[in-house]
């Protein structure tokens, strides 16, 4: 390659022996100040790795001889985050639901709080905004199966309902009336027809009346005469036209020959009490919520 490296005519500089369809390359050297950049770079980023955590190894790494670490910055940022907000979450830990949502100060705190422990521990069932979805109730209306005073939601958060890990848990069970045979699958459309006509749906008259007979015998002691439901039992209004699992003749009849038995967990599992307050505030907030006397009614 040597014999053809030659001087280009117009500029005088050297080429590299490369040619390519009858074009020569120069051989021009970088500027200095480039080739000077480019070093200090590497030495710069030697000393970085020096310096500070840098290099990958089998459980950790290169500590580096600075001892910097982002993640103790963020352990001491947030250390001194909880040092600010002890003081309230103090008072929170000692104190009622009902009696945190009535002072101004511990309640704005405590919203906050809450907002902020139900995006991590909450939207993954009832949704970002908290409209629930089939299945998971709708937290911003004001239809509660076990009440909606701040301390009854409290006491839900706190037991989870069916959660067969705490004692305490909120636990009601609807029967399996077709499953178990308790009504033949014709009685069962007629309840099914029956059920769905309290809320407004026009329904055939005399499948409503036979259902009217067999829900009385069957269902009103858990959801009430008037099908208005019951908070003892967790048992949902029949009424109002909101529905956990679907709200036609077709859900209904599914859920009476094999009712679905929702399960949310005890949070004082993994929660720490005044978290727990804080989330029943923040939901309690969230438009349905009910005053203190209500959860007695």
Same mark, same amino acid.
């Given at each position: 390659?040597?014999?053809?490296?030659?001087?280009?005519?117009?500029?005088?500089?050297?080429?590299?022996?490369?040619?390519?369809?009858?074009?020569?390359?120069?051989?021009?050297?970088?500027?200095?100040?480039?080739?000077?950049?480019?070093?200090?770079?590497?030495?710069?980023?030697?000393?970085?790795?020096?310096?500070?955590?840098?290099?990958?190894?089998?459980?950790?790494?290169?500590?580096?001889?600075?001892?910097?670490?982002?993640?103790?910055?963020?352990?001491?940022?947030?250390?001194?985050?909880?040092?600010?907000?002890?003081?309230?979450?103090?008072?929170?830990?000692?104190?009622?639901?009902?009696?945190?949502?009535?002072?101004?100060?511990?309640?704005?705190?405590?919203?906050?709080?809450?907002?902020?422990?139900?995006?991590?521990?909450?939207?993954?069932?009832?949704?970002?905004?908290?409209?629930?979805?089939?299945?998971?109730?709708?937290?911003?209306?004001?239809?509660?199966?076990?009440?909606?005073?701040?301390?009854?939601?409290?006491?839900?958060?706190?037991?989870?309902?069916?959660?067969?890990?705490?004692?305490?848990?909120?636990?009601?069970?609807?029967?399996?009336?077709?499953?178990?045979?308790? /009504?033949?699958?014709?009685? *069962?459309?007629?309840? %099914?027809? #029956?059920?769905?006509? !309290? $809320? =407004?749906?026009?329904?055939?008259? +005399?499948?409503?009346?036979?259902?009217?007979?067999?829900?009385?015998?069957?269902?009103?002691?858990?959801?009430?005469?008037?099908?208005?439901?019951?908070?003892?039992?967790?048992?949902?209004?029949?009424?109002?036209?909101?529905?956990?699992?679907?709200?036609?003749?077709?859900?209904?009849?599914?859920?009476?020959?094999?009712?679905?038995?929702?399960?949310?967990?005890?949070?004082?599992?993994? /929660?720490?009490?005044?978290? *727990?307050?804080?989330? %029943?505030? #923040?939901?309690?907030? !969230? $438009? =349905?919520?009910?005053?203190?006397? +209500?959860?007695?009614?």
């Amino acid at each position: 390659m040597a014999t053809n490296i030659e001087k280009d005519e117009v500029t005088g500089t050297a080429t590299t022996g490369h040619e390519w369809d009858g074009i020569k390359e120069l051989n021009t050297p970088l500027p200095k100040w480039w080739l000077y950049t480019f070093y200090g770079c590497v030495i710069w980023a030697l000393g970085y790795t020096i310096a500070y955590p840098a290099w990958p190894m089998l459980h950790g790494a290169t500590a580096g001889v600075l001892g910097y670490s982002s993640r103790g910055d963020l352990e001491a940022s947030l250390g001194e985050a909880k040092a600010a907000q002890a003081a309230n979450v103090d008072k929170i830990a000692t104190m009622s639901v009902d009696d945190i949502l009535k002072d101004e100060n511990l309640r704005g705190f405590a919203i906050a709080g809450g907002s902020a422990a139900f995006k991590v521990n909450c939207v993954q069932c009832h949704g970002s905004g908290a409209a629930g979805s089939a299945g998971y109730p709708n937290l911003n209306d004001n239809d509660w199966l076990w009440g909606g005073s701040g301390e009854a939601i409290y006491t839900t958060l706190k037991n989870g309902v069916r959660y067969t890990q705490n004692a305490d848990t909120r636990d009601s069970q609807m029967p399996a009336f077709g499953a178990d045979e308790i /009504l033949t699958p014709e009685q *069962i459309g007629s309840v %099914a027809a #029956y059920t769905v006509s !309290l $809320g =407004g749906e026009q329904q055939d008259a +005399a499948l409503v009346e036979e259902g009217k007979t067999l829900f009385t015998e069957n269902c009103a002691s858990c959801h009430g005469e008037d099908g208005k439901g019951g908070r003892d039992f967790g048992a949902p209004n029949l009424t109002d036209k909101i529905w956990l699992y679907g709200g036609t003749v077709a859900d209904v009849k599914a859920q009476l020959m094999k009712p679905r038995h929702g399960v949310m967990p005890a949070w004082s599992h993994r /929660l720490s009490d005044a978290t *727990i307050k804080q989330l %029943a505030v #923040y939901v309690h907030t !969230l $438009g =349905g919520g009910e005053a203190a006397e +209500a959860a007695t009614q």
